[in-house]
């Protein structure tokens, strides 16, 4: 039997290759773009067929039928490894619950702890050699499907084919069926002009990145417009090593300023783990052999990681209190996102030679009623801590940046407080005495 021959024997219709769910059974959707659109529907329709079915997904951009057809969960219970925004309107909803990772150990959770009944993932068509290629969705999916009882592909035919250090495709042998059909196009994720404050935070990360640096940037507008900024900078042979390719890469690279020779790991290659963005990414993605789509567990692995010379991370979060503890997914015990590879990134870099690791946040935030809340906090209280303090690097919001790490708690608390906005520094002083956190000489 040749490949397409093989092809013809597993193809089946999405409500036929549902089928194979039963009641009880875990169904992993894998990751972003990697959502399978006609399998969701078709598993949806078999709603009153089926009882305690749990699924799994990872910043899927919706909608998520399994979940919306199911208000009471008495079918389907979805669960996601970090939320989109999507799915934080689901997890609002109560159809969503968050699992707790860093994403360098998911597909070892897979291996280890957890059961995949059967995996159903978005893949590019079949080559000639009979492989699928996993596209934006390389860093977990092929994990996944390795511990899958019966794995199910959707060809999408509009995904982008991308090169792979390894683990960035499937073999027809390894897929008990495949689904056909037509697609919408890609999900686009345009980040806003950046703000004011955007800038500003960028303008003081700025002069910490020098010549051959390597850049992890995280999603939003204060990575976008650095990475305009540095597009628009002297600065020259810049590299890519990073869990979540965006936009933001394709204009260094636009720019000439993304070369990616002087990485100490895989020089000449941009890595990644999975990307998502506007139509010009994925353009730039398809059959790039100036890129690298690897596994998270390689990726995110901080013992890579520290092995790349300038190695620079940034990353957003929500909060931050004066003991240096971060917040990054929730607001209060609302989950907003996950820790995803955050915690990775802040250890990689730390240990990197001449690295450096950045959380970023404005400093105040305005709530419905147009008040004005403070970002640092005296001490959380029922925020999630994504990155604890002895873990974190620099702190900066658009009134400086402050590298914590070696810092007792009474420098931490100055530090911290001079990154706060002024209306609130002097509630934070009285806070940091009242937790004995301050001293005499701390200025004021």
């Known amino acids: 039997m040749n490949y397409y021959d093989e092809y013809r024997s597993k193809l089946r219709t999405s ?4 089928q194979v769910v039963k009641s009880g059974d875990w169904v992993d959707y894998t990751v972003a773009l990697g959502f399978p659109a006609l399998l969701d529907a078709a598993l949806a329709r078999r709603r009153d067929e089926l009882k305690d079915v749990k699924i799994r997904g990872n910043l899927l951009f919706g909608p998520i039928q399994a979940a919306e057809c199911d208000p009471n969960r008495e079918h389907f219970i979805y669960n996601s490894w970090h939320c989109s925004a999507y799915e934080r309107k689901l997890a609002d909803r109560g159809l969503c ?20 009944n059967v995996a159903m993932l978005a893949v590019t068509p079949m080559d000639r050699h009979g492989y699928f290629n996993l596209s934006c969705n390389t860093g977990t999916s092929r994990g996944i499907a390795e511990q899958a009882d019966i794995v199910i592909v959707e060809i999408n035919e509009n995904l982008p084919k991308v090169c792979g250090g390894f683990g960035d495709c499937i073999h027809i042998s390894e897929v008990d069926y495949i689904v ?12 806003g002009p950046p703000s004011d404050v955007d800038r500003k935070i960028a303008e003081y990360i700025l002069p910490y990145i020098q010549d051959g640096a390597t850049l992890q940037l995280g999603i939003g507008g204060m990575p976008t ?14 590299g890519m090593h990073t869990e979540l390719c965006t936009d933001a890469y394709v204009d260094l690279h636009d720019a000439g300023k993304l070369t990616n020779l002087r990485k100490t790991i895989f020089p000449g290659k941009g890595v990644a783990g999975f990307a998502f963005g ?39 979060c929500i909060s931050v209190d004066l003991y240096g503890q971060v917040s990054s997914e929730s607001s209060g015990i609302r989950q907003i996102s996950g820790t995803g590879g955050q915690l990775d990134f802040l250890n990689g870099a730390s240990t990197s030679k001449g690295g450096k690791a950045f959380l970023c946040l404005p400093s105040t935030y ?41 810092r007792s708690t009474w420098e931490r608390a100055e530090m911290i407080i001079s990154l706060a906005h002024p209306d609130f520094r002097d509630d934070l002083i009285r806070a940091a005495e009242k937790q004995n956190i301050w001293v005499r000489s701390n200025r004021r």
């Open 15 to 18: 409500d036929e290759a549902v």
């Open 97 to 116: 619950n968050y699992i707790p990772m860093v994403f360098h150990n998911v597909v070892p959770y897979y291996r280890h702890f957890l059961k995949v």
């Open 180 to 191: 056909e059909g037509e697609h919408g196009p890609l999900p686009e994720v345009v980040t």
């Open 225 to 238: 417009v650095l990475g305009q900024m540095l597009a628009q900078s002297d600065l020259k042979d810049l």
């Open 278 to 316: 506007t139509r010009k990414l994925y353009d730039w993605l398809d059959e790039n052999p100036g890129l690298s789509f690897c596994p998270l567990e390689f990726v995110n692995d901080p013992s890579v990681i520290g092995q790349i010379d300038n190695m620079v991370s940034i990353n957003g």
């Open 366 to 406: 305005t709530d419905k009623q147009g008040q004005m809340h403070s970002n640092v906090l005296p001490l959380f209280n029922g925020e999630i801590v994504t990155s604890p303090r002895s873990q974190v690097y620099f702190i900066v919001t658009e009134y400086g940046a402050v590298n914590l790490e070696g």
